[in-house]
């Protein structure tokens, strides 16, 4: 079992639509969850942070993370096409980032 | 400095030779990592450094990798006897906090 899942892509969205974004985790140990973005051919940056269950919010994007169920999500809201990228789960079990493989979100204008 | 510096940006070199990566983190940061990416993939964990040492080097794919960090800075990966299957984009990143990761623009190695 791969220490993190995520839903498998690409996505594809409609300018102004909601894409949703979804993660598991294996080790029920992990504190620490985070989202980067990764534009072809770039570096991820991180986009988000969450650490308690419940969602975050940051501008057009929310996380919500179940720690019961080993479960993170990102929401974008109201997507754009500069939003088109791989968006990368992230999990601290030890002191080490573990990611996913990425789901790769196009926002059709 | 600003962000994170990696060179070379690009690497070709031939089957059985040695590479070495360079990563310069951003300045007070003290934890280092190496990840690689191949074409399609999502990131895998080679090796982190605290400081000067390095805590988990369990992400290492063979003996023929190692890595280095010196004055809790600069730190060098090196491949030896390079494999075709070592081909991928290597990625340095640093952290004040070892869970906010900023990355460098990575190493494209070519192993013809």
């Known amino acids: ?109 | 400095g600003a962000g994170v510096s990696q060179s070379p940006s690009n690497k070709v070199t031939e089957k059985g030779k040695d590479v070495e990566l360079r990563c310069d983190p951003i300045s007070g940061h003290t934890a280092l990592y190496w990840y690689r990416q191949s074409l399609g993939q999502g990131l895998e964990f080679l090796i982190y450094f605290q400081g000067n040492s390095a805590p988990d080097k369990s992400g290492l794919p063979s003996d023929r990798f190692s890595a280095e960090r010196t004055g809790g800075s600069v730190s060098t990966l090196t491949i030896q006897r390079t494999q075709q299957e070592d081909s991928a984009v290597y990625l340095c990143a640093s952290s004040y906090d070892r869970e906010r990761l900023f990355f460098g623009s990575g190493t494209q190695l070519s192993v013809l």
Request: hydrophobic share 30%; glycine share 6%; aromatic share 10%.
């Open chain 1, 1 to 109: 079992q791969k220490e993190v899942e995520q839903n498998s892509g690409p996505l594809s969205v409609p300018e102004g639509a909601i894409a949703s974004l979804n993660c598991t985790y294996s080790d029920r140990v992990s504190q620490s969850f985070f989202w980067y973005r990764q534009y072809s051919g770039k570096s991820p940056e991180l986009i988000m942070s969450i650490y308690s269950n419940g969602d975050k919010e940051d501008g057009r994007f929310t996380a919500q993370l179940n720690k019961a169920s080993q479960y993170v999500s990102l929401l974008i809201r109201d997507s754009q096409p500069s939003d088109s990228a791989t968006y990368l789960c992230a999990v601290n079990p030890r002191d080490k980032l573990s990611f996913g493989a990425g789901t790769t979100v196009t926002v059709r204008a």
